[in-house]
């Protein structure tokens, strides 16, 4: 095999992304190579181009998440290939998803700043799901008494979600959209399946506060959205930048 060749290249690419089945950083990928075979960092690149072309008009693609590349389903075929699983996904409530909404859209936020958002006490069982599924994680403690602790999302919540960073967050105008959806509205109708089937249900009860409404939730998130980039920016650089690819092997940090 000519590894010099991005198109002999790129094949090798898709195997290795086919068995690992979870998305691989381009200095792992180039790490797989022993160093006397290992392609110039221009034709590394250059195949992957090219795997990601040959995937128009497949069933699956090739992603680029937080933590590196993938091969995935297409959305398009989602539905379909669901039924393959035998047990039901797990669900999201719709607590924890106004919960996961505010730590992302104004991290580092603290426990006590998303209660006062949303109006209702913060389950300790959702804060203890989002955690335990890696999706968020304690990047700080506030300077003030208590010192609560901040909370921000991770490669893994951004992987789930197929995002490649926070900038791919959809703008709240959109969230605003769907405010007739009711798993936005704070009554008792169920919540849609195909919202419902993104993550776990909490089963504890909430303590019932003077809950806001949805528009007052999305007023608050607007107000809050500018400090996201002044607060955590920082933050995401400098998890980012131990991934960063370079011609010469280094690491540095990746442009905002």
Same mark, same amino acid.
């Given at each position: ?20 089945g979870?998305?691989q ?10 160093? $006397?075979? %290992?392609?110039?960092?221009?034709v ?13 008009? %497949?069933?699956?693609?090739l992603?680029?998440?937080?933590? $590196?590349? %993938? ?38 936020i ?29 990047? $700080? ?73 949805f ?21 995401? %650089? ?19």
């Amino acid at each position: 095999m000519n590894l010099t060749d991005p198109r002999e290249l790129a094949p090798l690419l898709e195997a290795f992304l086919l068995a690992s089945g979870k998305p691989q950083s381009l200095e792992r990928l180039f790490e797989l190579f022993e160093e $006397g075979e %290992r392609p110039e960092p221009p034709v590394f690149k250059k195949a992957l181009e090219l795997l990601r072309k040959s995937c128009d008009g %497949r069933s699956f693609e090739l992603k680029e998440v937080a933590s $590196g590349y %993938r091969l995935q389903i297409r959305d398009t075929f989602s539905p379909w290939v669901g039924r393959l699983w035998e047990e039901r996904p797990q669900r999201y409530s719709r607590a924890m998803l106004e919960t996961m909404a505010l730590i992302a859209y104004r991290q580092p936020i603290t426990r006590g700043e998303i209660e006062d958002v949303r109006g209702v006490a913060v389950n300790s069982h959702i804060v203890k799901t989002l955690l335990e599924r890696e999706w968020i994680r304690v990047v $700080g403690y506030r300077e003030v008494p208590g010192r609560p602790a901040m909370f921000a999302t991770t490669k893994a919540f951004l992987d789930h979600f197929n995002l490649k960073n926070l900038d791919d967050l959809p703008p709240l105008a959109e969230l605003r959209e769907l405010e007739p959806d009711p798993i936005l509205d704070f009554d008792d109708a169920p919540v849609p399946e195909h919202i419902q089937a993104l993550a776990d249900e909490s089963a504890e009860p909430e303590e019932p506060k003077d809950e806001t409404s949805f528009r007052t939730l999305l007023t608050e998130l607007d107000s809050m959205e500018e400090g996201l980039k002044i607060d955590f920016d920082d933050l995401l %650089r400098e998890d980012l930048a131990k991934e960063a690819f370079t011609p010469d092997g280094a690491v540095e940090p990746q442009a905002a």
